[in-house]
């Protein structure tokens, strides 16, 4: 019989390295990190992210809404603890599409989306599928809260990747965005706080997993090999829509 790895991220994180870098470190972030991504790339990618965004909000929506709440209020109590993480994500979310707002005007980046791409596509697919699945039952709680941190875990690596290509030695200014990313996108989305969000959630997920049992659901009782294997498999899912979400970017 397989072994059960005592922690989840840390397994999933290891498994399909080929798409895990190609989901991270895309042509289109590295134009990005080094300030040769144009502004009109920029804009058509931050208007698909807008997006993506608000896919995401309904999906966390749906599972905030199917969290159980302990007989008795407690802040110890893994449910509250729950609860209070996606209530974060949700305020995490809603503060990006300010964001957007904000830099967008500063930066005069048109954020309206004109199509809609095969990476909002994948990814509405995925939030749709975890979220109506949750509020049906036939997903758990602790299914919901791999998409979670999967997806958020892409975009934390992926920019992180981007930051390392930065080179402090040239002034924002003279970047062909303006320097919009480099001043304010990228560290917004290599923050301390993003990070820490990030981990929480893997923190969280582990803690559930190592419990045998999903926060709600039951999903593990019956077979967690078999549950595995499933999550194994929406891992790959996440980071086929995250390959996808990133544009080819031509040389110009």
């Known amino acids: 019989m397989a072994n059960i790895p005592g922690s989840l991220a840390d397994h999933l994180i290891t ?16 134009k990005a990190g080094k300030g040769t991504l144009s502004k009109e790339a920029l804009q058509e990618w931050l208007a698909q992210d807008r997006l ?10 749906l599972l905030l809404a199917n969290i159980p709440l302990p007989s008795t209020v407690s802040p110890n109590h893994i449910n509250e603890r729950l609860i209070n993480l996606v209530l974060e994500s949700v305020n995490n979310i809603r503060q990006e599409l300010k964001f957007f ?9 048109n954020l309206e989306a004109s199509v809609v791409s095969e990476g ?3 990814y509405r697919i995925l939030f ?5 699945g949750i509020e049906k039952d036939t997903h758990g709680i602790l ?5 979670l941190w999967g997806t958020e875990k892409c975009y934390l690596d992926a920019w992180v990747y981007a930051s390392t290509l930065s080179s402090p030695d ?12 480099r001043r304010e996108f990228i560290p917004n989305w290599t923050s301390s706080d993003f990070s820490d969000f990030v981990d929480r959630c893997a923190k969280l997920m582990d803690e559930i997993w190592t419990g045998g049992q999903s926060s709600g659901a039951g999903e593990l009782a019956e077979s967690r090999l078999e549950w595995l294997e499933w999550a194994e498999g929406l891992w790959k899912k996440i980071l086929d829509a995250e390959i996808i979400f990133w544009p080819d970017i031509d040389d110009d």
Do not use: C, H, N, W
């Open 15 to 30: 498994l399909y390295p080929a798409a895990s870098k190609a989901a991270t470190e895309s042509s289109f972030l590295e």
């Open 52 to 61: 993506y965004a608000q896919a995401y909000l309904r999906f966390a929506s």
């Open 101 to 109: 707002e904000d830099v967008g005007r500063r930066y005069d980046l």
């Open 120 to 122: 909002v596509k994948s």
């Open 128 to 132: 749709t599928d975890m979220g109506e």
């Open 143 to 147: 299914a919901g809260l791999v998409l």
């Open 170 to 181: 040239i002034p924002a200014e003279q970047d062909r965005d303006g320097g919009a990313l």
